[in-house]
């Protein structure tokens, strides 16, 4: 995805890039909502609306418009890594709001994880986009509670992870598109060009869109947003959380070797340390994990 939108050139808004390729994601995922309503045998009611328009907001507007924006202030692997903190902010949010709370082995992750960053960052020496960063462990942070009331509302209804995930695409995308239109009145346009928020005003839905660049759009709208989420939804579904996670260990490596193949990035000194770091506290997240979901599944079966 980082490297994708580099490849756009910068021709598209980061919101216009966002509305458009959620808007695809839906078109994709309308047909496996669909199919998974139907096995279950269960009508979408007035709450479950509410919770869409929840996670809609959580995840398209606020996440992933913050995700997408970030990636136009810092190198494509940087922001790929950088949002890979999500799975640590969703640990834990899990402590304080549920039963999994936080053991000695995850708590060392998530001090290596947050040592992964400040290297990453590498305060002493920073050359790289400090406004990226933070837009950057926002979306993180966003996206962590997205996937944390996701969770909540999937325990509390028959509603499958299909069904969250499209119809969460559907009302994000809905809302993205009010916030679009409110970005052209002239007033508001002004307020966020006067911030220095371009990016917030005055924001175009096709403009951009050429042969050029048609290929990349059409990678990032189908294979990124449609086929990828699809992809880790059907994956949360049929293997234990821990597995589905360690697409979380491998996108570091995945970011940063992507983005020195196709865009040149040099990978500098600090990043390979903090590649590495972010790495192990990854496989430390997930193996624990791992451990604690099979002793819990041993209790359950010894006492029925």
């Given amino acids: 995805m980082e490297v994708a939108i580099k490849l756009t050139g910068g021709v598209f808004n980061p919101l216009q890039l966002n509305f458009l390729r959620f808007l695809i994601g839906t078109i994709i995922l309308y047909p496996i909502s669909k199919n998974s309503l139907k096995k279950s ?74 040592l992964a960053i400040i290297v990453l960052v590498n305060p002493l020496d920073f050359k790289g986009s400090l406004k990226g960063v933070i837009i950057s462990l926002s979306s993180a942070l966003g996206f962590a509670l997205y996937s944390f009331v996701s969770k909540r509302i999937t325990k509390k209804s028959p509603i499958k992870a299909p069904t969250i995930t499209c119809y969460t695409f559907l009302f994000g995308m809905m809302e993205l598109l009010i916030f679009i239109e409110i970005s052209r009145i002239s007033s508001v346009s002004n307020f966020f060009t006067n911030l220095g928020l371009d990016a917030f005003a005055n924001i175009p839905i096709i403009k951009g869109l050429s042969r050029d660049n048609l290929l990349v759009f059409l990678y990032i709208s189908i294979f990124v947003t449609g086929c990828g989420f699809a992809s880790h939804l059907l994956a949360v579904e049929k293997n234990p959380v821990a597995i589905s996670s360690l697409v979380f260990f491998l996108k570091p490596m995945l970011a940063s070797f992507l983005s ?45």
């Fill in 260 to 304: 020195f193949l196709i865009l040149k990035n040099p990978i500098t000194g600090n990043q390979k340390i903090g590649i590495l770091l972010i790495s192990i506290a990854s496989a430390i997240i997930v193996i624990e994990r791992a451990r604690v979901q099979s002793n819990r599944l041993i209790i359950e079966n010894n006492t029925y």
């Fill in 41 to 114: 045998n269960y009508s979408l009611k007035k709450k479950d609306y509410l919770s869409f328009a929840f996670t809609g907001f959580l995840c398209v507007v606020l996440a992933m418009s913050l995700y997408t924006l970030s990636v136009y202030f810092l190198e494509a692997h940087v922001a790929g890594i950088l949002f890979c903190t999500n799975t640590f902010f969703a640990i834990i949010i899990s402590h304080f709001f549920t039963d999994e709370k936080i053991n000695k082995n995850t708590f060392i992750g998530i001090i290596l994880a947050l």
